[in-house]
């Protein structure tokens, strides 16, 4: 506990002066972006930071384009809520059973081995264009890290707390509930998080 | 109520090498005793311990809880353990009241229960914290009423003081003593401590590195509270401490 706290302090007290180096850090970016800017003088090639600014602002106020952001939000939660649901289940079943996992294990790592881009033209073969290949794209693109987390997390689960739960009389539905899912959710939550991340990179 | 340890041999494989870790071991626990398996490290102790947990199956030979064969882990044989196992993602009121749960005993002696058990515990107060915001003490003697509460016949413990200091394993001796007896449960436990083992034991079996055969089965017939300045106690130490080194096995 004590160790803790003074662990709080030290995050608190590197905040406090950390914040001006990151202000001064992202100024001087700013201004060689500025000067960058002015010497490159087309606009085209590399806008000033103003114009830039002066966009964005503009783009918000412009309702096709907002609606558009919303659109590809929409794609991606889409995309990830597919990965999560299907993912989750094969991870804790790969992380249980050896079987399973000896068996699937093998098309999944050769699967995840085939580069994202490769995927495009056979996704617009099977699903046509439009919207089922971007969210094919994005489930798949966060299905991996999902699966490999939350069997991670699973296999992480130390033998004791099976053993423990057992000599309590647990049964294997409490086990699932009471050890599983517990022990594995924080793992499950850094695939969950690494997936959405992978979603707004092949979402572009 | 008697469990009985008949004639158990265990062999590890581990890369084509085999190691026999029990060589037809037997032994007799009676109702209500306080059990220590005593021995150096690398005897068989743990493995004899998990075997009667159910954790480990063992080559040959039967335990026997009641005349009947017991086989895989279950309720009526609780176990400690020397890391404690606690379920981080639960506070101590709740991993205390898992065994009850799991056992579906009625609400109101359940919560009768849960108050019993912080009370010999002396977790009251703390039981809506989570595992790592207590103590090693306290850590333990959660760990020790979760087994307790879903009145197991037999409390099986591993080193359960292992990873506490010298001050903190004498003090919880004597209240790990105290809620044994106050539970009236039967107790095999494994340590490598000759005075810890002196201290709680009706009964010291010692084993040594060859194979688990128990050298000695000492009956400790010392009154409680026991008093580790009487010349008795410190008789029984020297006798243990004297066999274990003619064994060579330390």
């Known amino acids: 506990m004590e160790g803790k706290t003074t662990e709080n302090k030290k995050i608190i007290k590197l905040n406090i002066s950390d914040g001006f180096i990151k202000i001064g850090f992202y100024l001087l970016l700013l201004i060689s972006w500025y000067i960058a800017a002015r010497k490159i003088s087309i606009p085209l090639l590399l806008p000033t930071p103003l114009a830039t600014a002066k966009a964005f602002v503009s783009s918000l106020g412009n309702a096709k384009i907002m609606s558009n952001v919303w659109i590809t939000l929409m794609r991606v939660i889409k995309g990830w809520l597919i990965a999560l649901i299907v993912g989750i289940p094969i991870g804790i079943a790969m992380g249980l059973s050896k079987t399973f996992n000896y068996v699937f294990g093998g098309l999944m790592n050769s699967l995840r081995q085939i580069p994202m881009m490769a995927w495009v033209p056979l996704t617009i073969i099977w699903l046509g264009i439009g919207e089922g290949p971007t969210l094919f794209m994005i489930a798949l693109n966060g299905l991996f890290q999902v699966i490999l987390n939350t069997n991670q997390g699973v296999l992480g689960i130390s033998k004791d707390y099976y053993n423990a739960a057992k000599t309590m009389g647990a049964n294997k539905w409490s086990i699932f509930c009471n050890i599983v899912i517990p022990g594995a959710l924080p793992d499950m939550l850094v695939g969950a998080r690494l997936a959405i991340g992978s979603g707004w990179m092949s979402v572009i | ?250």
């Not at chain 2, 509460?149 to 359960?160: C, N, Q, T």
Request: net charge neutral; hydrophobic share 35%.
């Open chain 2, 1 to 250: 109520m008697k469990l009985q340890v008949k004639n158990i041999c265990k062999t590890f494989t581990n890369q084509k090498q085999e190691k026999k870790v029990l060589d037809n071991i037997s032994f007799n626990v009676e109702e209500g005793e306080f059990v220590t398996l005593l021995g150096p490290s690398g005897c068989g102790k743990t493995t004899m311990l998990s075997i009667i947990a159910g954790f480990e199956k063992n080559d040959s030979g039967v335990v026997e809880l009641d005349g009947e064969v017991v086989n895989g882990a279950n309720p009526d044989r609780a176990f400690v353990f020397q890391n404690y196992a606690l379920f981080p993602w639960m506070s101590v009121k709740n991993n205390i009241l898992f065994p009850m749960k799991q056992q579906k005993i009625p609400k109101d002696e359940e919560s009768k229960r849960l108050e019993h058990l912080l009370q010999i515990s002396k977790l009251k107060g703390y039981e809506d914290l989570y595992p790592h915001q207590i103590s090693g003490g306290m850590k333990q003697r959660t760990a020790l009423v979760r087994a307790l509460a879903g009145k197991p016949k037999v409390l099986l413990m591993d080193e359960p003081l292992g990873a506490l200091d010298l001050i903190m394993r004498r003090s919880l001796q004597s209240e790990i003593g105290n809620i044994c007896r106050e539970e009236k449960v039967t107790v095999i436990m494994v340590t490598h401590d000759v005075d810890e083992a002196v201290y709680l034991s009706d009964k010291v079996i010692l084993m040594s590195t060859n194979k688990g055969e128990i050298v000695h089965e000492l009956m400790n017939e010392l009154p409680r509270p026991r008093d580790r300045y009487c010349e008795k106690y410190k008789d029984y130490c020297e006798m243990l401490i004297k066999k274990i080194s003619e064994r060579g096995a330390i």
